[in-house]
């Protein structure tokens, strides 16, 4: 997959927020005050939480899919918007893939153990 480099606020922790950002084409804060709010309808004390921002994609159309490859350098995804989750030891991340492209601040996406994928249905 081909990267380019995308990263519209450089705040800590924001890859939930920048990846929604990317695949929604919206504003980085009008983003993260609707996971905020989403946050606080659920009893969660953060939005990176995986109940939080499931429940967003969900509200935005994207459900969850299977993929064969383990790790994010064999990922192989077809046209369309995909959301990967991932780790590395306890480090998590999320960034988004349009038409095989990954969009990221850098190159942390590439050697991590997928969690899930999700798709734009």
């Given at each position: ?13 924001s890859c939930v927020i920048r990846t929604f950002t990317k695949l ?81 601040k850098n190159k942390k996406c ?12």
């Amino acid at each position: 997959m081909k990267f380019i480099e995308y990263n519209p606020v450089d705040e800590k922790g924001s890859c939930v927020i920048r990846t929604f950002t990317k695949l929604l084409n919206k504003d980085f804060y009008i983003v993260k005050e609707e996971l905020l709010a989403l946050a606080h309808n659920l009893n969660c004390d953060d939005y990176r939480e995986q109940i939080v921002f499931e429940k967003y994609l969900s509200n935005n159309n994207y459900q969850r899919i299977n993929v064969k490859a383990t790790n994010t350098d064999d990922l192989k995804l077809g046209k369309g918007k995909y959301i990967v989750f991932c780790k590395k030891e306890n480090d998590y991340h999320m960034f988004p893939v349009i038409d095989n492209v990954i969009y990221d601040k850098n190159k942390k996406c590439f050697g991590q153990t997928i969690i899930n994928v999700y798709k734009e249905m």
